[in-house]
């Protein structure tokens, strides 16, 4: 099993910058690609980003192409989310889960973590 914990939420401007974190819990870690996910008042979740277990696959949403950039360290357990270029628009509780790759692009893992709130102002 794989307890997963964000951090790294706040509240940012229009045209900064956060990192979120999430970290994993349990010796299986590094053999779940890893994904982030978000969740805006009255809107359904969607997918955001996602990981293969090594780090040697990624792929983005649209909307976060250019400007958001996933990465890992199996050795700390711990997925990254930096985040740049934030606009309104990105205001959303944050989730990281983890899965396979393929379903992670679906919205379907295998465990989630509770979420972190990014609010950005204009």
């Known amino acids: 099993q794989v307890q997963l914990v964000e951090s790294g939420g706040g509240l940012v401007q229009a045209g900064g910058s956060l990192r979120l974190f999430c970290a994993g819990s349990?010796?299986?870690?590094?053999?779940?690609?890893m994904g982030w996910f978000r969740q805006a008042p009255g809107k359904e979740r969607e997918f955001v980003s996602r990981i293969s277990t090594r780090g040697v696959s990624t792929s983005y949403a649209d909307s976060v192409k250019g400007r958001f950039t996933i990465s890992r360290d199996n050795a700390k357990n711990t997925v990254y989310l930096q985040m740049n270029s934030l606009e309104p628009e990105d205001t959303a509780v944050y989730y990281c889960?983890?899965?396979?790759?393929?379903?992670?692009?679906?919205?379907?893992?295998?465990?989630w973590g509770q979420g972190t709130q990014v609010t950005v102002s204009s």
């Open positions: 889960a983890a899965g396979t790759y393929p379903d992670l692009s679906k919205g379907r893992g295998v465990y």
């Open positions: 349990g010796r299986t870690f590094s053999s779940y690609a």
